[in-house]
């Protein structure tokens, strides 16, 4: 039993730490809430709806998604660019099905109107 003392003790300090924390920053915190303070930015200009009001198309989402996984491309890319003596025939081909893959990915994007804004 004794050797779980270490492991309890990081326990409850990282269960207390932050508790303790909590609690100070809501002692020292200002009483009163302004209500311009609860308002949006927007550049300094007067706020011209509700935060929440303006919905987002979910194709910003899809174009996100889109990039994020050609982006991820580039990043396998580059290593295999710079060993690409060293890999010979066998890392030629295994990058050829894995830009082969990628491509299939990007036809069925565009096929399915994924990279069309109208």
């Known amino acids: ?37 609860l308002e949006p930015y927007e550049c300094g200009t007067v706020a011209t709806s509700e935060a929440f009001d303006h919905r987002f198309s979910v194709r910003y989402y899809l174009i996100a998604v889109l990039f994020v996984v050609f982006d991820v491309e580039t990043v396998f890319l580059f290593p295999w660019a710079v ?7 066998f890392g030629f081909l295994e990058m050829l099905v894995f830009l082969v893959i990628l491509i299939v990915g990007y036809v069925y994007a565009w096929r399915r109107g994924a990279l069309s804004w109208v």
């Open 83 to 89: 060993a690409f003596r060293r890999l010979a025939l």
């Open 1 to 37: 039993m004794t050797h779980y003392i270490p492991i309890l003790l990081f326990l409850a300090v990282a269960i207390a730490f932050p508790v303790v924390t909590l609690v100070i920053a809501r002692l020292i915190r200002a009483g009163r809430f302004d209500p311009i303070k």
